[in-house]
């Protein structure tokens, strides 16, 4: 039987009829009459030379040879769909569609994404708020921002700087604990976000940089980071804060963080887009506009003791 391929047509009538398992629906997302649809399926079956499809009286259903085919035609659909919308947005140099963690994009895009506005107005900015892993091509996404480890195959990356973190909260719960050791009597707040991180970088471990060893057995569990500093923002508690999550609302006064000792993990924040990609004029202008406002909110750091975590001895 030879290899050569029926018409493009055919094959997307059948996907379609085999998805819907109906020639009626399949005929109208194709915007065609269910009579031209079969037409097309019966001359990809006169092609293959045996039936992908039993006709009974209001339904239809798959023989063995349409269930084998239906996996390829679908996937290879899939991916014609996902080369025209890349190629198509290689065109495009007006938009720019960034995916980045909820916690960021809250707490450090969200306040800052004014002067980024202002400066590039021809560009037209969309964000998703997911932790989900990105297909560049399927998903239309032109960049991503990652906290963790890498490496980060298949992709072009940036890493940004690593993170560090520090006990964060209220200037009233400030006064009420004010030494390390009265956090041990503090209602603490726990980041289950940060929960991958190897070593740890986590309330024990901030307290032994304090030569404190305690821990704590008890408080608020947050699966995003941002709840938690929402939390403590609200006096609920003190929040093992994250630079970049903390950054806005320590600048503001509304947190505070008393003890100058900060934790630092290898995990970092990279700037992802697909290769080949990185200099498109408003991936370009993106960039260069987040590590600009990076590097404002560095002085921050010079404040702090900061102790890479792989250097805290274990308990």
Not at 230 to 256: W, Y
Request: proline share 9%; net charge negative.
């Amino acid at each position: 039987m030879p290899d050569r391929l029926p018409p493009l047509t055919a094959l997307r009538a059948f996907d379609a009829a085999a998805r819907h398992m109906s020639f009626a629906k399949a005929a109208e997302e194709l915007h065609v009459t269910p009579a031209a649809l079969s037409f097309q399926i019966k001359s990809l079956e006169e092609h293959l030379g045996q039936p992908l499809f039993r006709r009974l009286n209001r339904a239809v259903e798959l023989t063995e040879a349409g269930k084998t085919l239906a996996p390829g035609a679908a996937e290879g659909f899939e991916a014609l769909t996902a080369a025209w919308r890349a190629v198509r947005r290689l065109q495009d140099n007006t938009t720019l569609t960034v995916t980045a963690g909820p916690a960021l994009t809250a707490k450090w895009l969200a306040p800052r994404l004014y002067e980024f506005a202002r400066s590039h107005p021809e560009i037209d900015l969309r964000f998703s708020a997911t932790l989900r892993q990105m297909d560049f091509a399927r998903d239309e996404v032109d960049v991503a921002i990652r906290f963790g480890y890498g490496p980060d195959e298949g992709v072009w990356a940036m890493p940004l700087r690593k993170d560090w973190m520090t006990p964060v909260m209220t200037p009233e719960l400030a006064e009420r604990y004010p030494t390390p050791k009265s956090l041990t009597e503090a209602p603490l707040l726990f980041d289950e976000s940060l929960n991958f991180l190897d070593p740890p970088c986590d309330w024990p471990v901030w307290f032994r940089t304090q030569g404190i060893d305690f821990t704590p057995a008890h408080g608020a569990w947050f699966s995003q980071a941002d709840h938690a500093i929402d939390a403590a923002l609200a006096g609920v508690g003190v929040a093992l804060g994250r630079r970049p999550i903390v950054v806005t609302d320590l600048h503001a006064g509304r947190l505070v963080a008393p003890f100058k000792t900060a934790i630092e993990t290898k995990a970092h924040f990279r700037f992802l887009c697909a290769r080949g990609t990185e200099n498109r004029p408003q991936i370009a202008a993106f960039r260069e506009w987040f590590v600009a406002e990076i590097e404002k909110t560095a002085y921050v750091s010079d404040a702090f003791d900061i102790i890479p975590v792989e250097d805290i001895p274990p308990p």
